[in-house]
T-cell receptor, first 115, second 114 residues
């Protein structure tokens, strides 16, 4: 089975531009989360969506937005890019059972460089 | 609020030696704890998770971790390091078993000397 897939893998944008990152969860997973990982740090939670509804939001400005589609894929949008938005953006999909709770799987990420 | 502290940003071991990566957590609810590994220029791969079923958790690639509530710790170990274990390791905690939000530590880079 395919894991979490993300696109594009690498991209370069100019300050002030807009970017859209895409994610397809593992088949059967209904929850998608987005994380930002700045070089040298651990990932920081941005958003979580479940069944197309936003269920959680991290401490990020309104320039960051996301949505989930009926097929459970997701997009992360960032407007008015700043140099500090340069990071690895990770998408995660989740599967929950009553016995083992949540198991969260990550994609390979999208490397965003803002110049 | 929950938090994770990973002691030591860098750990260096010789090939064949014991690997010990430290993680301490803070949580007001029973925690779900995870260890992830990140190889250079790649995403995160799940090594193992603790869900309260057993305090000693075995993961992939020979790694295991022990949950110690009294010490609020979840240290990662491997009896014998291999060169391929060189990577960044992240400990994470989730806000209960129904939460999909992970709070990560700052990571520990494992270096394996030949």
């Amino acid at each position: 089975d395919a894991g979490v897939t993300q696109s594009p893998t690498h991209l370069i944008k100019t300050r002030g531009q807009h970017v859209t990152l895409r994610c397809s969860p593992i088949s059967g997973h209904k929850s998608v989360s987005w994380y930002q990982q700045v070089l040298g740090q651990g990932p920081q939670f941005i958003f979580q969506y479940y069944e197309k509804e936003e269920r959680g939001r991290g401490n990020f400005p309104d320039r960051f937005s996301a949505r989930q589609f009926p097929n459970y894929s997701s997009e992360l949008n960032v407007n008015a890019l700043l140099l500090g938005d340069s990071a690895l953006y990770l998408c995660a999909s989740s599967w929950r059972t009553a016995v083992s709770g949540n198991t969260i799987y990550f994609g390979e990420g999208s490397w965003l460089t803002v110049v | 609020a929950q938090s994770v502290t990973q002691l030591g940003s860098h750990v260096s071991v010789s090939e064949g030696a014991l690997v010990l990566l430290r993680c301490n957590y803070s949580s007001s609810v029973p925690p779900y704890l995870f260890w992830y590994v990140q190889y250079p220029n790649q995403g995160l791969q799940l090594l193992l998770k603790y869900t309260s079923a057993a305090t000693l958790v075995k993961g992939i690639n020979g790694f295991e971790a022990e949950f110690k509530k009294s010490e609020t710790s979840f240290h990662l170990t491997k009896p014998s390091a291999h060169m391929s274990d060189a990577a960044e390791y992240f400990c994470a905690v989730s806000e209960g078993d129904s939460s999909y939000k992970l709070i990560f530590g700052s990571g520990t880079r494992l270096l394996v000397r030949p």
